[in-house]
């Protein structure tokens, strides 16, 4: 059984930092990419980063390089998304998603290519 579990989030004020945890069971994350998501009220999801495979390739929204790392621990199965000088903007609902790697390989920000979903971390900045 494939269940995603994200953690992490909360209240943050505007130049703070948070680290997600996205907790993965039933699949490899060998096989499946790993990306993260967010969706802001009245917008539409956009892809975050992504991190995918045995060498661990990443991918970044141009918009938030330099500011957010991905990374993951294998023994854990758990990926963690690292979000440094926050925004007011970046509040938003975050979700991490599952999806074969081959699959994501050519559009890691594209929503529609991930088959399994967690429910969500709310990530809120504000002073």
């Known amino acids: 059984q494939v269940q995603l579990v994200e953690s992490g989030g909360g209240l943050v004020q505007p130049g703070g930092s948070l680290r997600l945890s996205c907790a993965a069971s039933?699949?490899?994350?060998?096989?499946?990419?790993i990306g993260w998501f967010r969706q802001a009220p009245g917008k539409e999801r956009e892809g975050v980063s992504c991190i995918s495979g045995p060498d661990g390739v990443t991918y970044y929204a141009d918009s938030l390089k330099g500011r957010f790392t991905i990374s993951r621990d294998n023994a854990k199965n758990t990926v963690y998304l690292q979000m440094n000088s926050l925004k007011p903007e970046d509040t938003a609902v975050y979700y991490c998603?599952?999806?074969?790697?081959?699959?994501?390989?050519?559009?890691?920000?594209?929503?529609?290519?991930?088959?399994?979903w967690g429910q969500g971390t709310q990530v809120t900045v504000s002073s």
């Open positions: 039933g699949f490899s994350l060998d096989y499946y990419a």
């Open positions: 998603a599952a999806g074969f790697r081959t699959v994501v390989a050519d559009r890691p920000g594209e929503w529609r290519r991930y088959d399994y």
